[in-house]
């Protein structure tokens, strides 16, 4: 069914049609309405059988979807930002003890500085937990990765996160083809849970494990997740079928086969770098685009196939390591470690500052031709960053750079009005 929706309400659309049993809630920008549409749907029983919980914290959610995943219902959440932090002792608990929970992140910014706008430090924050991370480019893909997820999860029972940029995709109101029950029947079927907690035949769910067996469970641990690379191709071939479109996968290339220079991106950024792409094909510059659609797993072949003919890589990314640099661009170059290529890194679009195509594309001629530094922060205000630099250098007492750069903009009073 095609429908002009917001992004928030088309995914909970496609998670009310997976039939969660359990959705436990706490609101925090951008994944609000997500929670607030399937509130209304458990509250109207378009949504039944379904516990609508609305804890008193993202940590209270995480936990309360732990234990409804033990006790055998399907359980989702969303969360964003701070509320990722917020719960993260859970989050790592949840891939531990090998639960198939789905969560939406809205990717939003961390601060300190404070900021409710997109970018994906959050989801890198949590790189590291065990669970598998989606990102989708569009609001269709938001849909549709959903749909994947509870499959995906359900069959390895392993957490997975669909990633979708906040406000970019989770505010935007656009053309959506919203599946149908009897689509998604075909593709999520009943939970049939791996562990479960049963009074008629006890188990322990989180044991305590010591050095005599732990590093042998965190390998099963990795085994399982990485068993993600295997089946996400296949469920994403199975839901094309269903659904009349490509939906999901590992990577999705596009005009990489005959490109010098490939950009390597996730999320909502893609569109404008397919654009940035085609503009310089145009003009006689061999670049192409390679999407990357699961992060975690890392599906390092896949990739390497998919440069095995470009001659440079340049990975634009929305989060990057303090002190080291990016994220995205060291687990590229560590799969293209058998290869003498350069990978360039371009951090653009920090706390929602826009991606401009003009930029991307100065930038990328540059690195085209070799002249790109190894990391660039896109649309850099230099001025303002030596300002404050001078500032530090001038006095010990010099204050905080975030309002120093405020005032330095005008967006706060000087200091004495």
Known sequence: ??????????????????????????????????????????????????????????????????????????????????????????????????????????????????????????????????????????????????LLAFTLAEELSVPVMVCMDGFILTHAVERVDLPDQAQVDQLVPPFEPRQVLDCDDPVSIGAMVGPEAFTEVRYLAHARLSRALEVIPVLAERNAEVLGRASGGLVSPYRTDDADTVVVAMGSVLGTLKDVADGLRDEGTPVGVLGISCFRPFPADEIRRALERSRRVVVVEKAFSSGFGGVLSADVALALRSRSIPVDTIVAGLGGRPVRAASLRSLLIEAHHGGLDQVVFCDLQAGLVQGELDRMTARRRSGSPAENVLRDLGAVAPHGR
């Open 1 to 146: 069914m095609l429908a002009q929706i917001e992004g928030s309400r088309a995914v909970a659309h496609a998670v009310a049609r997976c039939r969660p049993e359990v959705v436990c809630t706490y609101p925090i920008s951008p994944q609000t309405h997500i929670i607030e549409a399937l509130g209304v749907m458990v509250k109207s029983g378009d949504l039944a059988p379904c516990e609508y919980i609305n804890a008193d914290s993202e940590m209270a959610a995480m936990s309360m979807a732990i234990g409804a995943s033990a006790a055998g219902a399907r359980a989702y959440t969303a969360t964003a930002s701070q509320g990722l932090l917020f719960m993260m002792e859970a989050v790592y608990n949840a891939a531990g003890l090998g639960l198939p929970i789905v969560m939406t992140l809205a990717n939003r910014a961390i601060g300190a500085p404070i900021n409710i706008w997109n970018d994906h430090s959050d989801a890198m924050a949590v790189r590291d937990a065990g669970w598998v991370q989606l990102f989708a480019e569009t609001n269709q893909e938001a849909v549709d990765l959903h």
